[in-house]
Every structure is written in structure tokens, then in C-alpha cells.
């Protein structure tokens, strides 16, 4: 059978495929196999230029911020209907790109993408002010106006609803965008450029260039044509951005690393318990900020949790990417596989592992999923981010250990617990050092539900309303009102 390709990728800009000729070009590849897919430009900063240009004329003379946000909402929701109408090419993309399994990429980036298009649609008819009752002759009045030309950087694990996260809610707001997603993971966002001009957005309000961190990104953070940037990605590389961005007083969000604690109550439901652990570890093949790497297990039930994980995750079917029945697929690219593989010779030497623990052989970026237990206290594999299908067991002996533990990494991204005590619940939840707590599931998530980070993890809220804080700046109008005569 032949091999899957698709044509060679050029960015885009004002509304147009945009190539400067003598770029580089990258090759991407078949996680699943290695074979090339297709190639795209390692873009220079010449060309983040060409794109800042473009996006700062359509958000300083072009229609797009001056339009009322129904007429926005009608396009968001457009971009919805192209999303659903492109679903399966989105969802190869994704695949074939990612290695994500065909049906997480069709049940999850997917639905997502068009859930939070329709969302970010009925967000944009709500960017409302307040009046404000003043103690001096004044009527006084808010408004909220977007903050210009985002640049909106992107990493490689959730493509298509990564970059909908950030792009559709600027879009709401009235802003323009430049978008760099990730150098190995670039394909849909390419594609959705095509869908942004189908669905009526004016030309030069959203441009995707494609490149390096250190070229396209950096160009980027230094822009003086950028007003503002939302980074999703890794804690080192969002440490920098903050910092560069300081220096240039742009506004910045930043969504960044996680490593989960997920916490088994002994009078959680057992079944119900093992089947969220599972999923909270091995989705989207552990390469997932929000993942549940970390399992607590109160002391009474551990043994018997490990027992059940040992015999049940050899079964979680790992494989092709492409059977519908696949849900761990291969590590995104060789960077990724050579992580969790050095993660995983510390597991080796430092733990005892109960299931997994080495690469699958032969072709493609295959890891088994894996659960380690047994580690010291201060294992890099306890307090790093692994991101890889890798689950770390420890035992806890109360609440307060429990939530000691759970708070001990520099993350604060996502947290769980298993209980059937509803005080225990919200108490624990209280407690945990998350921008996101799950109780009795893992991973539920909603566009109308915020998340976002504390402590490493990042700050700003992505989703829900409050995400139009970060794409929009507010400003105060006051009227002087003279006494009136006679
Ligand atoms: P990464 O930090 O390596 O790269 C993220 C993006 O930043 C890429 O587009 C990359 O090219 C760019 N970049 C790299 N160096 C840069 C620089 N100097 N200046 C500007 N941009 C630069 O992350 P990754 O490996 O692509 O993604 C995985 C990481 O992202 C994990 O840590 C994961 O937890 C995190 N993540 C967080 C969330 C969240 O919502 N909090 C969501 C998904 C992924």
C-alpha cells in the first residue's frame, strides 16, 4: 500500500499563501513509521515581518475590529460549520502529524475545535462596559476594546484546539493575530488559514507563519508591531518568553508544563477510580499539560491498586494510529521519545515497575504505557514533567500528606481526587495547588470553563469568559456633567 504524503506547506499571510522563496524547508515525518509526510518553511524573520505588517494593517485600518461583535460572531460561528464540514481531513492531519489515534483526534481535537468556535461565537456578543456612579459631576463609562495584534505561540501536542484556544477568542475580541505554531506539528493550522478566508474573515487578520522557537518565535516576543502574546508551551521556554516580553512590557499569557497528582480516597469507587487513573495517564499518549502522571493512593487500598494497574494497563491497546481501536499511539517525534526514554532508564534504576517500563521495538516512536512505584521521595520522575504515557504510584496515610505530596512539584496545572465524601471533595479541592480541579473523572473539560496555571504552570485563564481578559484592555470614558443653570 502506498504510503500517506501530503503537498508540500507554505505559511500564510495577508489572506494569501505566502512564500519568500529561499526558506529552508523542514521535513516532517510519520511518528507512527518515520516515513516524510511533507514539508514546510523554516521561516526567517523577515517573514514574522511580512506577517506583523499584514496583521497590523487589517487591525489598524481593516474592518475586522470595527465590526459590531454579532457580525464576528456570525464568521466564528461559520468557522465552526468549515471545521465540521473538513472534520475527517482535519482529523487525518492531526493523526498523521501527531500520531494521535485517528479516534481521539476525531472525538476529541475535532469536537473541541467546533465546540469552542460556537462558543467563542456567542462569546464575541459580550464584550459589554459598565457605568459607574461617581462622587464627582461625571458620567462615567467602561468599555472594552481589543488590545491589538496578537502573537500566538503554540506547542505541538493539541494542534488544532491549542491554536482555536487562542486565535478564536482574539478573534472575538477584535484583534488580529500572527500564529507560530509548533515547528514539528504545523499542519492544521496551515489548513485552517484556508478555512479563516472561506469563513469571511478579512484578509491579514490571522497569518500563520511557520519556524523555529529561536527564529520565528524570538521575532516574534521582539516585535514592536506585536501588542501582546499568548504562549502555550513547555515551563523553560515560558519562563523566557515572560521575561522577554517584560523587557518590552507586552502583555503576555502564558500556559505552560504540568505534572498532575490524582488522589484515590480508600472510599473512592474502585472501578470508577482505575478506569480515570488510566485515562487521566495514558491520554493523548501522556503528552497531555493536564495529565494525571501522579497517583496518590490512600494507604489501605494501594497494594490493591497497584495489583489492578500491573494486570490492566499491558492491555490498553497501543498501536497503529490510523485503527479506530488505537489509544496509545507513538511519542510525537524523536525529541519526545528521547525524553520519556531518559525518564524512563531513571524509573529502571531508581523504581520498581509494575507494568511497561522500555520503547516498543521496531518502527515509530512507540513507548509501553508504564507505572512505576517504589521511588524516592526526591525522584526527578516525581517532581519533573515526563510527558509520556509514565504513571508514578506513592502511598499517603491522611488528607494532609495526601495534599502535601500532591503540592510538592513546581506545577500547578490540573489535580484530581477520588472520593465519595462530598466535604472531603471540596475541602481537597480547596487545598490543591491547580488551576483545575476534577473530582470522580479526569480530564472533563468545557470551552466555557476556564483553565490556566499557578505557580510553574503558567498564568492567565484560557476558555470561559474570563479568557477575553487577556485579548482585551479596558478603558474608562468620563463625561463631565456641569451643574445645571438656574
Ligand atoms: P515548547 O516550549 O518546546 O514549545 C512551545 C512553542 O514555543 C513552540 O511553538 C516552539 O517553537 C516555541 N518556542 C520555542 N523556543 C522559543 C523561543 N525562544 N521564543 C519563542 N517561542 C519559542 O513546548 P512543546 O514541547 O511544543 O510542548 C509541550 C509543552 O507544552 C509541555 O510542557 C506541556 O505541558 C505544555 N503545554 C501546556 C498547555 C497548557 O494549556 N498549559 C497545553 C499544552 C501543552
Redesign the pocket.
Known amino acids: 500500500m502506498a504510503v500517506k504524503t501530503f503537498e508540500a506547506q507554505s505559511c500564510h499571510v495577508n489572506g494569501k499563501v505566502w512564500d519568500a522563496g529561499a526558506r529552508p524547508r523542514r521535513a516532517l515525518v510519520d511518528p507512527a513509521d518515520g516515513h516524510v509526510l511533507t514539508s514546510v518553511p523554516d521561516s526567517a524573520a523577515e517573514d514574522v515581518d511580512a506577517a506583523v505588517d499584514a496583521a497590523r494593517a487589517a487591525f489598524d485600518n481593516g474592518p475586522w475590529p470595527r465590526m459590531s461583535g454579532r457580525e464576528r460572531s456570525r464568521v466564528l460561528l461559520r468557522i465552526s460549520q468549515l471545521i465540521q464540514e473538513h472534520a475527517d481531513e482535519l482529523a487525518e492531519l492531526e493523526s498523521y502529524n501527531v500520531g494521535k489515534p485517528i479516534t481521539l483526534a476525531r472525538v476529541v481535537d475535532v469536537s473541541t475545535a467546533v465546540e469552542q468556535y460556537e462558543y467563542w461565537a456567542a462569546l464575541a456578543q459580550t464584550l459589554d462596559g459598565a457605568t459607574r456612579g461617581l462622587p464627582i459631576p461625571a458620567f462615567a463609562y467602561t468599555v472594552r476594546e481589543p488590545v491589538g495584534v496578537v502573537g500566538a505561540?503554540?506547542?505541538?501536542?493539541?494542534p488544532l484546539i491549542?491554536s482555536s484556544s487562542k486565535i478564536g477568542p482574539a478573534l472575538a475580541a477584535g484583534n488580529t493575530i500572527v500564529h507560530?505554531?509548533?515547528?514539528e506539528t504545523p499542519l492544521s493550522a496551515l489548513f485552517m488559514a484556508r478555512l479563516f478566508t472561506e469563513a469571511g474573515v478579512p484578509d491579514g487578520v490571522v497569518n500563520v507563519v511557520t519556524g523555529?522557537?529561536?527564529v520565528v518565535?524570538?521575532a516574534m516576543?521582539r516585535h514592536p508591531g506585536i501588542d501582546k502574546i499568548a504562549f502555550?508551551?513547555?515551563?523553560k521556554?515560558g519562563r523566557?518568553?515572560g521575561a522577554v516580553a517584560g523587557q518590552h512590557l507586552k502583555p503576555v499569557t502564558l500556559?505552560?508544563?504540568?505534572n498532575g497528582a490524582h488522589l484515590v480516597f480508600k472510599d473512592a469507587d474502585l472501578d470508577a477510580a482505575i478506569g480515570a487513573v488510566i485515562k487521566a495517564f495514558v491520554f493523548n499518549t501522556g503528552q497531555f499539560?493536564m495529565a494525571g502522571p501522579r497517583l496518590l493512593v490512600e494507604r489501605p487500598l494501594y497494594e490493591t491498586v497497584v495489583a489492578i494497574l500491573a494486570q490492566a494497563v499491558p492491555g490498553v491497546p497501543v498501536g497503529d494510529p490510523r485503527d479506530p481501536g488505537t489509544v496509545v499511539g507513538p511519542m510525537a517525534g524523536e525529541r519526545h521519545l528521547a525524553k520519556v526514554e531518559e525518564y524512563l532508564a531513571l524509573a529502571r534504576a531508581e523504581g520498581k515497575i509494575v507494568a511497561g517500563g522500555a520503547r516498543r521495538p521496531g518502527a515509530g516512536y512507540f513507548v509501553e504505557p508504564t507505572v512505576v512505584t517504589d521511588l524516592p521521595a526526591t525522584s526527578r520522575v516525581l517532581h519533573e514533567?515526563v510527558?509520556g504515557p509514565v504513571l508514578t504510584v506513592q502511598p499517603f496515610d491522611d488528607e494532609d500528606e495526601a495534599v502535601r505530596i500532591a503540592n510538592s512539584t513546581p506545577y500547578g496545572?490540573s489535580a484530581g481526587l477520588q472520593t465519595s465524601d462530598l466535604a472531603r471533595a471540596h475541602r481537597v479541592a480547596s487545598r490543591l495547588h491547580a488551576g483545575i480541579v476534577w473530582v470522580n473523572d479526569w480530564s472533563m473539560l468545557d470551552p466555557a470553563m476556564p483553565f490556566g496555571?499557578v505557580k510553574g504552570?503558567?498564568h492567565g485563564r484560557e476558555n470561559g469568559p474570563e479568557v477575553l481578559e487577556g485579548y482585551t484592555r479596558t478603558k474608562s470614558v468620563l463625561i463631565a456633567m456641569p451643574p445645571a443653570q438656574g
Not at 505561540?153 to 493539541?158: A, G, K, R, S, V
Not at 507560530?180 to 515547528?183: G, N, R, V
Open positions: 505561540i503554540t506547542p505541538f501536542n493539541f491549542l507560530k505554531p509548533s515547528d523555529t522557537g529561536p518565535g524570538e516576543l502555550t508551551g513547555s515551563s521556554v523566557h518568553v500556559e505552560l508544563g504540568g499539560c514533567e510527558f496545572l496555571g504552570s503558567g
